[in-house]
């Protein structure tokens, strides 16, 4: 087990690593400014980052009718969009110190928690396979498939947060096929709740997801569980997305 972490934190960094690279290396990117980068919905993100952290870390009021956004009427910025990885980046700025630039702590931070999805690939092929090895090949694989390195070089996009919550959600529902424990359960519908709350895309995976458990379902396929347990998913992710 203490091979198999110390491997997968290696995957991690490295993965991290190529992120920041590509980044760097971008024709539009400026250690001192972050405009070049600052382009539809990474602009949003960066802006309500902004504010978050100019605040101390929690949103100003301002944020409920901003008229910065939509004039002149004011747009409830939190009401209207999935906001949560703003908060992480504005608080790992201001724990930093507020001296770093603001896109250079997002790069930082959004490149780890990105390259924190090949721990979810390694789980769900685990719990496929039974393997470690074969986890472990999958997670590799991650690592060196151009296309999940698809949103490297936008430093401001949910997806970076969003979708290593959801994969992290994909093994723990394998887990709950396995186990059928309570804990696991919880885990899924935790994880599922704040890829929801922090991206709206989410769903549509969501949807998807549903769809193959209920074809599964309906081929007797999955074991039946019991009322209070197999409510417990959807109920902490209604709980979590609601907090």
Wanted: aromatic fraction near 8%.
């Amino acid at each position: 087990a203490g091979r198999t972490a110390l491997v997968l934190a290696l995957l991690v960094l490295f993965s991290a690593t190529v992120r920041v690279q590509i980044a760097r290396h971008d024709a539009n990117f400026a250690s001192s400014s972050v405009e070049g980068l600052l382009k539809s919905d990474p602009a949003l993100v960066h802006y309500v980052t902004s504010r978050i952290a100019e605040n101390g870390g929690t949103a100003p009021p301002e944020l409920r009718v901003d008229p910065l956004v939509e004039h002149p009427t004011g747009l409830d910025l939190p009401g209207a969009f999935t906001i949560g990885q703003e908060y992480l980046i504005a608080w790992a700025h201001c724990v930093s110190g507020g001296e770093t630039p603001l896109h250079e702590v997002a790069l930082i931070l959004m490149a780890l928690t990105a390259a924190c999805a090949l721990l979810g690939v390694y789980g769900i092929a685990r719990e496929w396979s039974g393997s470690r090895r074969w986890g472990l090949f999958a997670a590799l694989l991650w690592c060196l498939v151009p296309a999940a390195y698809r949103s490297a070089g936008s430093l401001f996009l949910r997806e970076d947060l969003a979708f290593p919550l959801l994969t992290g959600f994909l093994w723990a529902l394998l887990r709950c096929r396995r186990t059928g424990a309570q804990s696991d359960h919880l885990m899924a519908g935790v994880l599922l709740g704040l890829s929801l709350a922090t991206w709206h895309a989410s769903a549509h995976f969501t949807l998807l997801i549903a769809g193959c458990l209920l074809f599964s379902l309906l081929c007797g396929d999955e074991r039946p569980l019991r009322a209070q347990v197999g409510l417990l998913l959807p109920l902490t992710a209604a709980l979590t997305v609601a907090l």
